[in-house]
C-alpha cells in the first residue's frame, strides 16, 4: 500500500490518440475535464486539487465535483480566497515533488496572483534548473453576460511571460486529453477552459487514459482558405466554414499556443494561400497577432491574399448581451470575412 | 532607533541553547566571519568593475542567516536566503568557488550566468533560489511545507524576509495558509529598520511580530546580532514545527549597517544609531566571547581569508558562459530531481561534532558535484 501523495505512477506516459477500437464515452467538456482530474488522480498520488470552492462543493463550475468524496480534503483542497497563495503555495509543493492542479475560479482573478505565475513558476526553471510541474485551470471566455471580471480571454498575458505552456482546447475529447497531458508536463501549464463550452458541447471521450498533444489539429479539410482559431472560436469558425461549399475553408485548431504549433500553421497556409486568424480575446497582442506574423514573416509568398484578423476590440467585455455580442467574434461576421477573402 | 530590549514582545521564549559545543560555536563563528570576509571581497570587486549589475552585503546581520541556518536539519529546505543571507548557503554547504562564479556572472553550476548577486540556490542542499518580489518566496515556502505535513515527511522550510516584506498583500496571504494549515514553517523576519530608505516607523503600525498572534502562531522577537539566540529560536520554532503544532514568526531586530546595496552610500541614516549598533556588532562580540574561551579568532580568521582566496582566484579565471547558452533550458523536460539529498554537511547543532570549526565557512572539502 503506497502512502498517500507519494506513489509517482511506474509507466511512463504513451501518447495514445484515441482510435476506432477504443471505448468512447458521450460527456460535456465540463465532464471531460473532471473525468481527466479522476484519472489523473487516481494514476498518480502526488496529483492534488487546489482552489476555491472545489472540495466538498465541487466548484464553482462544478468541475471538481465528486473529486473530494473519492480522494479526500488532502488531495481536494479547499483554499482561502488568495491566488497569490493558491498559485505560490502549488509552486513550493510542485519543488517538493507534487503535482498540484489549481483551479482559479475565473480565469480573469488570476491577475490576483500574477507574480507567483509570471516571476516565480515561469522563470524557475531557466533560473535555477528547477522543474515546476503544476497545471492553473482558468475558466476563462465569454458569451453569456458574465461581464468585465467574468468573461476575459487572457492567454496573451501568459503567453507573454516566458516558461509557461498555454493550451485551450475546443472539444470534451481535447480537454480531457490535453489536460491530463498538461497534468504530467513538467513545467507549469496555463489550462485554458472556455465556460461557455462547459455544458454546451458534448463530444466522445475515450473512456480510461486519455492523452493529446500540444500541438494543432486540423477539424475541417479545406482548400481555398484557413481560419484558424482556438477554443470557443473554433466552433464559431467551423459553423462558419460550412456556409461555403465542402473543400473551400480548412479550420485549424491551434489547441496550444504556447507551444504554438508553427509547422501546423504554415503547412495549412501554404496549401491554401488565404488565412483569417480568429480570437475571442482582445485584438493588440493576441495569440492571433503572432499566427499572424508567423504567416507574413514564413509564409509571405505562398499567400494569395493578405492576413485577415478578426478579434474582439480593445475594450473590456460588456456585459449587456447586445454590447457583448457587439464586441465578441460572431459565426457571421467569420463568414463574412472569409467571404470577403475568397473573393480576393 | 531600534536599541531596546530585543526579548520586549517576546511570548515563547526560547528555551535555552541546546547543547552548543565548542565545536559547534567555533562553526558560528567561522560561518559569521565567512559571510564578511566574502562580502568585503564583494564590494572590491564589485568596486573594481569585476562584478557586473549590483552587490549587496549583510554585514552586521550575519548571526541571523548563521544562527537560523545552523539549526536546520539536513533535510529541511530553506526557501530562500535573501540579500542579507549569504551565511545559510554558508552554512549549508554550497561551493564558495561556485558562490564567486555566480556573482561575477562566470559559468558556473548554480545559475549559468542567469542570475546574479545572492538570486542562487543550490538543490543539492536544498535552497531554492530567492526572487526580487519579496516575499513572494515565503508562500513557496508555505507550499514545500504543505507538501512536507501531507506525505507525513520530518521536515520544515526556511524562510527569511526583510521588514520590508512585510507589508504586500502576499505576506498577509501566506501567513494566514501557514497559521491556518499550521504548516511545518520557520519564518525569519530580518527587522533591520529599513526597506532600502524607509525606516520601519514609515512602514507598519503594528510590528511583525505583534502580527503573529492575528495568524495564530507564536511571534517571538530576538537579538538579531546574538548568533546563538537567533540559533535557539530558530531552533525551537523548528522542534514546534516537527510536533504539529505550526510556524512561528521569528522577528529578528538588526540593523543594516551599509546601504541597501554597493551602490547606496545610506547618507539617509543617522550616523550616531550607525555608531551605537556597532558597538554590538555580532561577529566582534562573539569572537571576544570565544576567544575568553581559548578559541583561536586570529587563526580562524586567516583560514577563512585562505580559502576565500583561492576561490576568488579560481573563479576569475573561469570563463564567461557561452553567449548561445542563454536561450535553452527554458522548459524542464525530465521528472523533477530532489530537493536536498540530505548530504548537506549540516543538521546544525546536532551534526558530528567535527562538523563545524573554521575549515566549514569557505565552503572547502565541497567538490561542488551537486546537480
Not at chain 1, 5 to 12: G, K, M, S, V, Y
Not at chain 1, 136 to 160: I, Y
Not at chain 2, 305 to 316: M, Q
Request: proline share 7%; with cysteine.
Amino acid at each position: 500500500m503506497s502512502t498517500p501523495l507519494t506513489r509517482a505512477p511506474d509507466a511512463a506516459p504513451a501518447m495514445a490518440p484515441a482510435s476506432a477500437d477504443r471505448d468512447v464515452r458521450t460527456m460535456t467538456y465540463l465532464q471531460a475535464i473532471t473525468d481527466a482530474l479522476r484519472e489523473e488522480m487516481r494514476r498518480d498520488d502526488r496529483v492534488l486539487v487546489l482552489g476555491e470552492d472545489v472540495g466538498a462543493f465541487g466548484g464553482a463550475f462544478k468541475a471538481t465535483e465528486g473529486l473530494f468524496r473519492e480522494f479526500g480534503a488532502d488531495r481536494v483542497q479547499d483554499t482561502p480566497i488568495a491566488e497569490a497563495a493558491i498559485i505560490g503555495t502549488s509552486v513550493g509543493a510542485a519543488l517538493a515533488g507534487l503535482r498540484p492542479v489549481c483551479e482559479v475560479q475565473f480565469a480573469d482573478f488570476v491577475a490576483t496572483g500574477f507574480d507567483q505565475l509570471v516571476n516565480v513558476a515561469g522563470k524557475m526553471h531557466w533560473r535555477t534548473g528547477l522543474a515546476v510541474p503544476m497545471v492553473l485551470r482558468l475558466p476563462s471566455g465569454g458569451g453569456f453576460a458574465g461581464g468585465p471580471f467574468h468573461s476575459q480571454n487572457p492567454e496573451a498575458w501568459f503567453m507573454h511571460a516566458p516558461g509557461l505552456k498555454v493550451v485551450a482546447p475546443s472539444t470534451p475529447a481535447d480537454a480531457k486529453g490535453m489536460l491530463s497531458t498538461a497534468i504530467r508536463d513538467h513545467n507549469p501549464v496555463c489550462f485554458l477552459e472556455h465556460k461557455h463550452l462547459y455544458r454546451r458541447i458534448k463530444g466522445e471521450v475515450p473512456v480510461g487514459e486519455h492523452l493529446e498533444p500540444f500541438t494543432a489539429k486540423v477539424v475541417r479539410r479545406g482548400e481555398d482558405l484557413t481560419i484558424v482559431a482556438y477554443g470557443a472560436m473554433v466552433h464559431l469558425a467551423a459553423e462558419a466554414a460550412s456556409r461555403f461549399e465542402d473543400g473551400r475553408v480548412e479550420v485549424l485548431d491551434l489547441r496550444s499556443l504556447v507551444p504554438l504549433d508553427e509547422d501546423a500553421i504554415l503547412a495549412s497556409v501554404r496549401r491554401t494561400g488565404k488565412v483569417l486568424v480568429v480570437d475571442e480575446a482582445n485584438e493588440t497582442c493576441a495569440a492571433g497577432a503572432q499566427v499572424a506574423a508567423l504567416v507574413a514573416d514564413r509564409a509571405f509568398s505562398d499567400l494569395d491574399g493578405p492576413v485577415r484578423r478578426l478579434a474582439a476590440p480593445d475594450v473590456p467585455i460588456p456585459f449587456s448581451p447586445g454590447l457583448e455580442q457587439a464586441v465578441l467574434p460572431t459565426t457571421d461576421r467569420i463568414a463574412e470575412a472569409a467571404r470577403e477573402l475568397l473573393d480576393y | 532607533m531600534l536599541v531596546e530590549d530585543p526579548h520586549r514582545t517576546t511570548r515563547e521564549r526560547p528555551v535555552g541553547h541546546p547543547t552548543l559545543t565548542r565545536a559547534d560555536r567555533e562553526a558560528l563563528l567561522g560561518f559569521m566571519v565567512g559571510m564578511r570576509t566574502f562580502e568585503e571581497r564583494g564590494v572590491a570587486l564589485y568596486k573594481q568593475g569585476r562584478t557586473p549589475g549590483s552587490f549587496y552585503d549583510g554585514h552586521g546581520q550575519e548571526a541571523i542567516p548563521v544562527g537560523a541556518a545552523f539549526a536546520m536539519g539536513p533535510d529541511d529546505v530553506i526557501c530562500s536566503p535573501l540579500i542579507r543571507d549569504l551565511g545559510a548557503h554558508l552554512v549549508r554547504g554550497t561551493d564558495l568557488t561556485e558562490i564567486i562564479r555566480h556573482h561575477l556572472g562566470r559559468d558556473n553550476r548554480l545559475s549559468r550566468g542567469r542570475e546574479g548577486n545572492v538570486h542562487f540556490g543550490d538543490p543539492a542542499k536544498g535552497i531554492v533560489a530567492m526572487v526580487s518580489m519579496l516575499p513572494d518566496m515565503f508562500v513557496v515556502a508555505v507550499g514545500m511545507a504543505m507538501a512536507f505535513r501531507l506525505r507525513g515527511e520530518r521536515r520544515v522550510a526556511l524562510t527569511f524576509f526583510g521588514d520590508g516584506a512585510t507589508s504586500p498583500g502576499a505576506w498577509h496571504e501566506a501567513m494566514n495558509f501557514a497559521g491556518l494549515r499550521k504548516e511545518p514553517v520557520v519564518i525569519v523576519c530580518e527587522n533591520n529598520g529599513l526597506a532600502y530608505s524607509t525606516p520601519t516607523s514609515a512602514q507598519f503600525a503594528v510590528s511583525p511580530a505583534d502580527r503573529a498572534a492575528a495568524y495564530g502562531m507564536p511571534g517571538v522577537v530576538v537579538d538579531g546580532n546574538d548568533v546563538e539566540a537567533m540559533f535557539a529560536a530558530t531552533h525551537a520554532a523548528r522542534e514546534r514545527a516537527l510536533r504539529g503544532d505550526g510556524p512561528t514568526l521569528i522577528e529578528a531586530r538588526t540593523m543594516r549597517m551599509h546601504g541597501h546595496g554597493s551602490h547606496d552610500d545610506a547618507r539617509y541614516v543617522d550616523p550616531a544609531v550607525l555608531d551605537a549598533w556597532r558597538e554590538r556588532d555580532p561577529i566582534a562580540t562573539y569572537a571576544a566571547r570565544l576567544q575568553g574561551d581559548g578559541v583561536d579568532v586570529d587563526a580562524l580568521r586567516a583560514a577563512v581569508l585562505d580559502r576565500l582566496d583561492a576561490a576568488v582566484d579560481a573563479a576569475l579565471a573561469t570563463p564567461l558562459p557561452d553567449p548561445a547558452s542563454a536561450t535553452d533550458g527554458l522548459f524542464a523536460t525530465e521528472e523533477p530531481g530532489p530537493l536536498g539529498r540530505g548530504d548537506a554537511p549540516w543538521s546544525g547543532f546536532a551534526g558530528p561534532g567535527d562538523a563545524g570549526g573554521p575549515g566549514r565557512p569557505a565552503g572547502a572539502g565541497d567538490a561542488g558535484t551537486g546537480r
